[in-house]
């Protein structure tokens, strides 16, 4: 090879790196040169909704022309901080991410901030004093939703005097999402002296949490009345543990559960899962709309909320064929 063709050739293959590694924040993808440069940092793929949500963010990305560079922290902390630093040192033009746990980012939105990098949040919120650390926060009223399950309970219990045993399988320890639906049941449940969650444990969002937190709450305890789950995929890994051990999952043991994946829908058609709330993981589209905007310099909302539904499983069968995610 001559000096000029392996020149070129090293210098295809530097490209072809950086393109693939998306330049060390993850893979990028889309938008052309004077695209909108955005940094992503995913909680991970922990869950049905996860799924759905990545899906989203990408398409939505590609149809706005808006360059994504995209980072899944396998539920770790840690990763996300670093994958922020690291599209800090890119220089993206905007951030957005899902933090995993709500507080410990002080440190990173300040380093943002005074490198002139505009945050948006979506899906779950940060604890935080500072001030002006970030634009916006997308997601969901994870408070309402807890509510929302503690009232259908309550109403289905109506007539009746007697103790309510609720087990509870928590979303990750630290979550805005577990902080809240934590907060938001308990609040409706208090007021009704014969309700009681008698064991709450994290399930970390996943199935084989689910699957094993259950197997460890039914192996200490034969009168749970309630599975109260902070998300589908641990109420569908509950109802294997519920089956193995010989009961029936939404007829001796009633199951409410949040977000609304088609594989909850598939339950509740089933007869296994009793209520399921809506979290819609869909929000790609609002969110590059919102990244834009903070690119442009316009003004946004500080909190938008999305509009989410309640339902049964005398609708669910109906719904199945239309559910999107
Ligand atoms: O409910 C759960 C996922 O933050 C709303 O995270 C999200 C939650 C969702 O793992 O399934």
Redesign the pocket.
């Known amino acids: 090879m001559n000096k000029t063709l392996s020149t070129a050739a090293a210098a295809i293959a530097l490209v072809t790196a950086a393109t693939a590694c998306g330049g060390g924040g993850g893979e990028g993808q889309g938008g052309g040169d004077d695209a909108i440069v955005l940094g992503f940092s995913q ?2 793929a ?5 799924t759905a ?1 990545t899906e989203s963010i990408k398409n939505a990305a590609k149809d706005a022309g808006i360059e994504l560079k995209f980072s899944d922290a396998q539920q770790q902390q840690e990763n996300q901080i670093q994958a922020i630093r690291s599209f800090i040192q890119q220089g993206v033009d905007v951030i957005a991410f ?1 933090p995993v746990v709500e507080s410990g980012w002080d440190t990173v939105l300040a380093e943002a901030k005074s490198a002139g990098i505009p945050v948006v949040l979506t ?2 919120a940060v604890e935080t004093d500072q001030k002006d650390v970030y634009e916006t926060f997308l ?2 009223d ?1 408070v309402e939703e807890g509510r929302k399950a503690g009232q259908w309970l309550v109403e289905e219990y109506a007539d009746s005097e007697e103790d309510v045993n609720i087990v509870e399988l928590q ?2 320890t630290g ?3 577990a902080i809240d639906r934590k907060e938001g049941f308990t609040e409706i449940i208090s007021e009704h002296d014969n309700f009681e969650i008698t064991a709450s444990q994290d399930g970390d ?2 199935r084989s949490g689910g699957q094993e937190v259950m197997q460890a709450f039914l192996s200490s305890d034969d009168d749970i009345d309630v599975l109260y789950a ?4 641990m109420a569908l890994g509950a109802i294997e543990s519920i089956e193995s051990a010989g009961l029936e999952p939404g007829e001796d043991i009633t199951i409410i559960s ?2 609304g ?1 088609k594989d909850a829908f598939q339950a509740m058609a089933d007869g296994k899962i009793n209520l399921v709330v809506e ?1 819609n ?1 869909l929000i790609g589209p609002q969110l590059m709309d919102l990244v834009g905007k903070v690119h442009a310099g316009e003004e946004v909302e500080e909190r938008i909320t999305v509009e989410e539904g309640v339902y049964t499983q005398d609708e669910a069968e109906e719904e199945l064929p239309d559910r999107k995610y």
């Open positions: 909680v991970g922990e869950s049905g909704w996860r949500n899902s899906d779950r997601g969901s994870f979303g990750t979550s805005a999402p969002f996943t902070h998300n589908d995929d949040i977000d994946i979290c993981p």
